[in-house]
């Protein structure tokens, strides 16, 4: 499989491997689920490929679309998202990128 054109699909070889389709998105809406037991406020830290997948279960979007974004604007290192909750749903709420 073509890893730049379907890099939702595409699994790293060897053993414990996922793709960000299935693995990657699965683990982060597992998380999201359980935002409600973790109090008012959440801190997380994490690499590129797990920032599309919180984004799409997040924003509720596909994560193609989220791919097809990264591929005209990469996620930048060290850059904050900050998203709030209402009425059930999250909202971004502002977002910092680094100054350099």
Same mark, same amino acid.
């Given at each position: 499989?073509?890893?730049?054109?379907?890099?939702?699909?595409?699994?790293?070889?060897?053993?414990?491997?996922? @793709?960000?389709?299935?693995?990657?998105?699965?683990?982060?809406?597992?998380?999201?689920?359980?935002?409600?037991?973790?109090?008012?406020?959440? $801190?997380?830290?994490?690499?590129?490929?797990?920032?599309?997948?919180?984004?799409? $279960?997040? /924003?509720?979007?596909? $994560?193609?679309?989220?791919?097809?974004?990264?591929?005209?604007?990469?996620?930048?290192?060290?850059?904050?998202? $900050?998203? /709030?909750?209402? @009425?059930?749903?999250?909202?971004?709420? @502002?977002?910092? /990128?680094?100054?350099?």
């Amino acid at each position: 499989m073509d890893r730049q054109t379907r890099k939702h699909l595409w699994t790293p070889p060897g053993a414990g491997g996922e @793709s960000l389709a299935v693995g990657v998105l699965r683990r982060a809406t597992a998380f999201v689920e359980g935002l409600d037991q973790r109090g008012p406020a959440v $801190v997380a830290m994490t690499h590129h490929t797990a920032i599309l997948a919180l984004r799409s $279960v997040l /924003e509720r979007r596909p $994560v193609t679309e989220l791919v097809d974004e990264a591929r005209v604007r990469k996620t930048l290192n060290a850059g904050v998202l $900050v998203y /709030e909750r209402r @009425s059930g749903r999250f909202h971004q709420f @502002s977002a910092a /990128e680094p100054d350099c």
